[in-house]
């Protein structure tokens, strides 16, 4: 079963994907940037730093 909950917030897009028998991780994006991911606890797993190009991670 796959569960997809987006919520969009006042400064970042929210996208929640929950797969059966494993942990929810959380995406937060700005624009259509993605910043970070969180487990289903909300620890940060991963910070995404962008460049000034459309296609230009840093991190």
């Given at each position: ?21 494993m942990a ?36």
């Open positions: 079963m796959l569960d997809i909950d987006i919520s969009p917030s006042s400064s970042a897009l929210e996208l929640k994907l929950t797969l059966e028998h929810a991780t959380r995406f937060d994006y700005v624009g259509d940037r993605l910043i970070t991911e969180f487990d289903a606890s909300g620890v940060t797993i991963a910070r995404h730093v962008w460049g000034p190009g459309d296609d230009e991670p840093l991190l």
